[in-house]
């Protein structure tokens, strides 16, 4: 194929290298060191220091978010979320089919399982329409809970994805959870920076998860923090996050079995210098997502997969739709050979074996959308 070469020439161009090209590399240029030089200095490594607290504050002013606690990893930050909001053992908790395998994670950690709804094409994450058809015919309303007419389960919340940094209907997804008193979990692990009718990702839910794993568009290391509107969510999320520990000058009490999920400055540190870097990574990876739409307009073949209506995406990872997956097998088989790093999207999380037999409604989106899909180099380009 033709086209694979002139893909792979064209962003070896974008990047200007004849070295291999990451997916998505980190930029470290906003004072990283020293920030990190600084938690050392002070000893305060740990769960307790000043860049946990400004990290969290710097997060609430650039999201307009009211409360965000940082946590260890966007794992975590799913996995509180949804305790957080109520869910327990033998619970259901409905999500897309195509997300990380973290999302799915999370539900079981919690000892629930996930109900897989389809997606939608224009921005691939969890459809409001199909959500509430499956709903109308596989479920109804008892004592005021959600309850899976199939499996007799309290269908306690549902957690849609903003995939790849483009936002879902999360306003649309909000009327039919409320319809259904269904609890909203926003995973925002990949939407940092992508707003949604003027306002930030996550900021719908009852709780939202974002990720500062190295691969996304800010990174501490490992790390994650959630955002909250609910005073008393916030409380209980930062309670339960250091060990569920009752405030006391020196006595150890605790309450609940509480989790050791609460970030280090060392990570906070990395954070808060990351972040002050984000409108320019947000620049620039636009820029960089213009030249790939621009350059797809010619390949009638390729389409590249632009920003929902509504919508500003940070566009964290760029990705382009192949006719079908025996071509987009040939474009990851050559790309990567070449050194340029490209990848399919996700195993449709109900295929896992852990998520094999949990309910489904129809899937015909994720389906097409995980056969042609690849995600194309994304990072930050610095050729300073
Ligand atoms: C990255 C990611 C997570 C998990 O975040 P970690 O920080 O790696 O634990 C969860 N959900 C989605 C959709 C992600 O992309």
């Given at each position: 194929?033709e086209?694979?070469?002139?893909?792979?020439?064209?962003?070896?161009?974008?990047?200007?290298?004849?070295?291999?090209i990451?997916?998505?590399?980190?930029?470290?240029q906003g004072?990283?060191?020293?920030?990190?030089?600084?938690?050392?200095?002070?000893?305060?490594?740990?769960?307790?220091?000043?860049?946990?607290?400004?990290?969290?504050?710097?997060?609430c002013e650039?999201?307009?978010?009211?409360?965000a606690?940082a946590?260890?990893?966007?794992?975590?930050?799913?996995?509180?979320?949804?305790?957080?909001?109520?869910?327990?053992?033998?619970?259901?908790?409905?999500?897309?089919?195509l997300?990380?395998?973290?999302t799915?994670?999370?539900?079981?950690?919690?000892?629930a399982?996930?109900?897989?709804?389809?997606?939608?094409?224009?921005?691939?994450?969890?459809?409001?329409?199909?959500?509430?058809?499956?709903?109308?015919?596989n479920?109804?309303?008892?004592a005021?809970?959600?309850?899976?007419?199939?499996t007799?389960k309290?269908?306690?919340?549902?957690?849609?994805?903003?995939?790849?940094?483009?936002?879902?209907?999360i306003?649309?997804?909000?009327?039919?959870?409320?319809?259904?008193?269904?609890?909203?979990?926003?995973?925002a692990?990949?939407?940092?920076?992508?707003?949604?009718?003027?306002?930030?990702?996550?900021?719908i839910?009852?709780?939202?998860?974002?990720?500062f794993?190295?691969?996304?568009?800010i990174?501490?290391?490992?790390?994650?923090?959630?955002?909250?509107?609910?005073?008393?969510?916030?409380?209980?999320?930062?309670?339960?996050?250091?060990?569920?520990?009752l405030?006391?000058?020196?006595?150890?009490?605790?309450?609940?079995?509480?989790?050791?999920?609460?970030?280090?400055?060392?990570?906070?540190a990395?954070?808060?210098?990351?972040?002050?870097?984000?409108s320019?990574f947000?620049?620039?990876?636009?820029?960089?997502?213009?030249?790939?739409?621009?350059?797809?307009k010619?390949?009638?073949?390729?389409?590249?997969?632009?920003?929902?209506?509504?919508?500003?995406s940070?566009?964290?990872?760029?990705?382009?739709?192949?006719?079908?997956?025996?071509?987009?097998d040939?474009?990851?088989r050559?790309?990567?050979d070449?050194?340029?790093?490209?990848?399919?999207?996700?195993?449709?999380l109900?295929?896992l074996?852990?998520?094999r037999?949990?309910?489904?409604g129809?899937?015909t989106?994720?389906?097409?959308?995980?056969?042609?899909?690849?995600?194309?180099?994304?990072?930050?380009?610095n050729?300073s």
């Amino acid at each position: 194929m033709e086209f694979n070469t002139k893909i792979v020439d064209f962003i070896r161009e974008l990047y200007q290298t004849n070295e291999f090209i990451p997916l998505h590399a980190p930029i470290f240029q906003g004072g990283e060191k020293d920030l990190v030089c600084q938690t050392i200095d002070s000893t305060f490594v740990s769960s307790v220091g000043e860049f946990v607290d400004q990290l969290e504050e710097s997060i609430c002013e650039y999201t307009g978010s009211k409360y965000a606690i940082a946590v260890v990893n966007g794992t975590a930050a799913l996995h509180l979320s949804l305790l957080a909001v109520g869910v327990s053992q033998n619970q259901e908790v409905i999500t897309q089919p195509l997300s990380f395998v973290a999302t799915c994670n999370a539900i079981n950690y919690c000892g629930a399982s996930p109900v897989f709804i389809d997606v939608d094409l224009d921005d691939m994450g969890l459809s409001p329409t199909l959500m509430q058809k499956w709903l109308e015919a596989n479920a109804s309303i008892k004592a005021n809970q959600c309850i899976n007419k199939n499996t007799g389960k309290v269908i306690s919340a549902c957690v849609p994805m903003h995939s790849f940094g483009h936002p879902c209907k999360i306003d649309l997804i909000k009327q039919v959870c409320d319809q259904w008193n269904i609890r909203l979990v926003e995973d925002a692990a990949e939407s940092l920076g992508s707003f949604y009718k003027g306002k930030h990702t996550g900021l719908i839910g009852d709780v939202a998860a974002i990720s500062f794993n190295g691969n996304k568009i800010i990174t501490t290391g490992g790390g994650g923090i959630i955002l909250t509107q609910n005073k008393q969510l916030a409380q209980k999320l930062k309670h339960q996050s250091t060990t569920a520990k009752l405030p006391h000058p020196w006595e150890y009490n605790h309450d609940d079995v509480g989790f050791n999920y609460r970030m280090p400055n060392l990570n906070a540190a990395l954070g808060c210098a990351q972040l002050s870097q984000l409108s320019y990574f947000l620049e620039n990876k636009r820029e960089l997502s213009e030249q790939y739409s621009h350059f797809f307009k010619s390949h009638a073949d390729i389409k590249f997969i632009s920003e929902p209506v509504d919508a500003i995406s940070n566009y964290w990872l760029n990705c382009v739709l192949f006719p079908n997956r025996l071509q987009r097998d040939e474009f990851l088989r050559y790309s990567n050979d070449q050194g340029v790093m490209t990848r399919p999207a996700w195993t449709l999380l109900n295929e896992l074996p852990m998520y094999r037999d949990s309910p489904v409604g129809d899937l015909t989106n994720a389906k097409k959308l995980v056969d042609r899909l690849v995600s194309i180099p994304s990072s930050v380009r610095n050729f300073s």
